[in-house]
């Protein structure tokens, strides 16, 4: 069974920095894309960061780049997103979602369960 564990999510305070995680199991971790989505009850879902298998190619929105970074470690199954300079309109809840393949214009497969992060301003 394909299971995406996230955790890393909490408050902070506009500027600051946190790191999410997202350890996968059931899976060959380093055989497929991966991509953190977030949604609000606002805006609903969107696209923040996508992930090759191998982690030579990351796409990020333009309303992250240049503040997140998204790396993996498929020795440890994990993937994890690196966030600075948070502003109020990041607070969300964040998912990890496994690609269908290698590259993450394969769809959204599986889904983990939501990690929430808090930006106060």
């Given at each position: 069974?394909?299971?995406?564990?996230?955790?890393?999510?909490?408050?902070?305070?506009?500027?600051?920095?946190?790191?999410?995680?997202?350890?996968g199991?059931?899976?060959?971790?380093?055989s497929?894309?991966?991509?953190?989505i977030?949604?609000?009850?606002?805006?609903?879902?969107e696209?923040?960061?996508s992930?090759?298998?191998?982690g030579?190619?990351?796409?990020?929105s333009?309303?992250?780049?240049?503040?997140?970074?998204?790396f993996?470690?498929?020795?440890?199954d994990t993937?994890?997103?690196q966030?600075?300079s948070?502003?109020?309109?990041?607070t969300?809840?964040?998912?990890?979602?496994?690609?269908?393949?290698?590259?993450?214009?394969?769809g959204?497969?599986?889904?983990?369960?939501?990690?929430?992060?808090?930006?106060s301003?």
């Open positions: 069974e394909v299971q995406l564990q996230a955790y890393g999510g909490g408050l902070v305070q506009a500027g600051g920095s946190l790191r999410l995680s997202c350890v199991s059931g899976f060959t971790f380093g497929f894309a991966m991509t953190w977030r949604r609000t009850p606002v805006k609903g879902f696209w923040v960061s992930i090759s298998s191998g030579g190619s990351t796409s990020y333009d309303s992250v780049k240049g503040r997140f970074t998204l993996r470690d498929n020795a440890n993937l994890t997103l966030m600075n948070l502003k109020p309109e990041d969300a809840a964040y998912f990890c979602v496994k690609s269908g393949g290698p590259w993450p214009w394969q959204m497969e599986n889904w983990g369960k939501g990690t929430l992060v808090t930006v301003s």
